[in-house]
């Protein structure tokens, strides 16, 4: 089957929601792709920051299966273990010895959680305590509540109106979020680092500045870690890496292995809003996903695979340095452990990342001007070498085409 029929097939089968990049990938290992003619590719992209042990790892693999052949599915009118288990550990991992966790099927779905628990503790507190205050560039995901939080008014213009209860302050203004919080407002919602908005670490006075706020007006800080948890930072948790403690924790992606999940994590009297009825979920929480994101933590763990994320950053900092002295067209790179950005002195990021795609190098363009290499945590320094002459390659042949000058 070539690309031309899937194409072909796809066009006359699928709603057009997807622009997609020209290849089909049919096997992954560890962190290499292989396309439908055996070529194989360096994954630095992890299907979205999601498969951060690599592609088809074992210990998710057969957790899986023993769990399959075991007990799939019987709804949450029943007490399944390996869900619990998975919510102890995630507690554990934070230090909140008092979380409390939900689970569902996608970070949009952790984001809808979190707004109804948020909105949930503001009417326990006064009934018309339900705004919330998000950061422009953020993203949380595609469903309607998570997408009023997202913090790009493009994405909301199709399907507006949406409602009129959050409101966006500029992604790194303390002053303007001051201004925007009041005593109506149920929740704070951001990311540590902000991954669809271009990978943009907020700055500590951003973050402290949220904290004290929510102190002071008895608001819920939400630190959305959907793309930042499970260990990218170089910590379980994005928050781990700055001086403030959320009080309510978004997690997806990379939670599941691959395998779709979301949760949420809240710990002290955040913990207390939800009662029974509030939200459920028909699949959330499964025996067969909590079996892999178990798995998933075990292994980060055994490996020392979280700690060794901050270092590999710092050697991912590197190579970006060198491409930045090499490229004219390369100006800087952002971002924390192994989720950083390569920032272009223009918006040719599409065009780069399509050549690198050449250069059998997976990458995206998060921005215009920006290029995300979110790379398993599995990777090795001769992996970042690999990647920092496929990038190179990349960037020279997207000079070549443009000119050298902007
Ligand atoms: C920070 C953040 N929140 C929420 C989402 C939405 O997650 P999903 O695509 O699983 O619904 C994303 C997806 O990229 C994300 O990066």
């Not at 909105?119 to 705004?131: C, E, F, L, S, Y």
């Not at 402290?208 to 499970?230: M, P, S």
Request: aromatic share 6%; glycine share 10%; charged share 20%.
């Amino acid at each position: 089957m070539s690309l031309a029929d899937l194409r072909a097939r796809e066009d006359a089968a699928l709603l057009p929601t997807y622009a997609r990049q020209p290849v089909a990938f049919v096997e992954g290992r560890g962190a290499t792709l292989y396309d439908d003619e055996g070529a194989a590719y360096l994954d630095f992209l992890c299907g979205l920051s999601v498969t951060s042990l690599g592609h088809a790892h074992p210990a998710v693999a057969d957790a899986v299966d023993a769990q399959m052949r075991r007990l799939v599915h019987v709804s949450n009118l029943f007490y399944t273990e390996p869900q619990i288990a998975l919510a102890e550990r995630l507690g554990a991992l934070a230090g909140w010895d008092d979380a409390r966790a939900f689970f569902c099927n996608s970070g949009a779905e952790a984001n809808e959680a979190a707004i109804k628990l948020a909105r949930r503790w503001g009417k326990q507190r006064d009934p018309g305590k339900v705004r919330v205050v998000s950061l422009a560039g953020g993203f949380h995901g595609r469903t309607l509540a998570a997408l009023l939080a997202t913090g790009s008014p493009a994405k909301h213009a199709p399907f507006a109106p949406l409602g009129d209860w959050v409101t966006h302050v500029p992604h790194d203004d303390p002053e303007a979020l001051a201004e925007a919080v009041d005593g109506d407002v149920c929740a704070i919602w951001l990311e540590v680092v902000q991954g669809e908005g271009g990978v943009r670490p907020l700055s500590a006075a951003m973050l402290a500045t949220a904290r004290e706020l929510c102190d002071r007006y008895d608001a819920l800080l939400v630190a959305d870690e959907v793309q930042t948890g499970i260990g990218r930072l170089g910590a379980w948790y994005g928050w781990q890496t700055t001086d403030v403690v959320p009080d309510v924790v978004c997690l997806a992606k990379a939670l599941g292995g691959g395998l779709p999940i979301g949760a949420i994590l809240a710990h002290g009297p955040a913990a207390g809003a939800f009662g029974p009825g509030d939200h459920a979920t028909t699949f959330g929480g499964g025996p067969v996903i909590a079996s892999a994101a178990l798995a998933v933590l075990d292994t980060l763990e055994a490996e020392g695979l979280v700690a060794r994320a901050g270092e590999l950053g710092a050697a991912l900092s590197a190579r970006l340095d060198a491409l930045v002295e090499r490229h004219d067209l390369a100006v800087g790179h952002r971002g924390r452990g192994l989720l950083q950005a390569l920032v272009l002195d223009r918006p040719v990021a599409a065009d780069v990342a399509a050549a690198a795609l050449d250069e059998r190098l997976v990458v995206n363009a998060v921005a215009p001007d920006a290029i995300r290499l979110a790379p398993p945590l599995v990777i090795d320094e001769a992996d970042l070498d690999t990647m920092a002459e496929r990038l190179s390659a990349a960037l020279d042949r997207c000079t070549a085409d443009q000119g050298a000058t902007p």
